[in-house]
């Protein structure tokens, strides 16, 4: 089996901050998503990538990087955070095709 | 788009009784469809997945059918537990190859006693 790792797990900032969150997966998998998790809205992606330095916006990349620099490691930056993007974000990573996404615990981001 | 709609927000159940939780897609691709459930503090895991018309899959004593005809992938259980008690959310893979994924807003499941 493997294991997602994302750090940090609590992250606080002051809005208009940038800020940077990341995600270490021992699968191999080729593709790496992120995603983030607002209550009641489920799970909306940001950024996927399908190999290394590889990058793919997706339906809320605005206001967010990405950088996939190694096979193992996919970094989420918030570009300047506001106070209405508080929520969870979840890293998951996947063999592609129609496999199982597998995910990470999350960072919470809250937002002073 | 791509679209999925989960109807209920909450479902609130006494332990034992059966429970059948919707999910509706829209799509233009031939549709695979996900549940994933979440328990408190924890990562989703995935729970079921088909994209074969018509039959049953099965898994952890929940199960789902694929009717693309009403465009329908809904879960159920015979006999809910309290550990049944979790977020769950269905998924439609967008057809690309790479599994991107459109969520519902998913369900709670709270199993009461």
């Known amino acids: 089996g493997g294991i997602i790792t994302q750090t940090p797990k609590f992250l606080i900032g002051q809005e208009g901050q940038k800020l940077t969150l990341k995600c270490q997966q021992n699968f191999n998998h080729d593709t790496m998503y992120w995603y983030r998790q607002d209550s009641g809205k489920g799970l909306r992606l940001i950024y996927y990538s399908i190999t290394e330095n590889d990058l793919q916006k997706g339906d809320l990349s605005e206001g967010y990087d990405a950088s996939r620099e190694k096979k193992s490691s996919f970094s989420l930056t918030v570009t300047s955070a506001q106070k209405n993007e508080m929520a969870v974000f979840l890293c998951?990573?996947?063999?592609?095709?129609?496999?199982?996404?597998?995910f990470g615990p999350g960072t919470r981001l809250t937002v002073l | 788009g791509d679209s999925v709609t989960q109807t209920e927000g909450l479902v609130t159940l006494t332990k034992g009784l059966p429970v059948m939780l919707n999910c509706t897609y829209q799509?233009?691709?031939?549709?695979?469809l996900f549940w994933y459930v979440q328990h408190l503090n924890e990562a989703p895991k995935l729970l079921l997945k088909s994209s074969t018309d018509n039959k049953r899959t099965e898994h952890q004593g929940f199960y789902a059918t694929l009717h693309k005809s009403s465009s329908s992938f809904h879960l159920q259980k015979s006999s809910v537990q309290l550990s049944d008690s979790a977020l769950y959310f269905c998924a439609l893979s967008d057809g690309s190859g790479y599994n991107k994924l459109t969520f519902g807003k998913g369900t709670v499941l709270l199993v009461s006693p």
């Open positions: 799509t233009t691709y031939s549709p695979f």
């Open positions: 998951a990573s996947s063999l592609g095709g129609y496999a199982e996404q597998f």
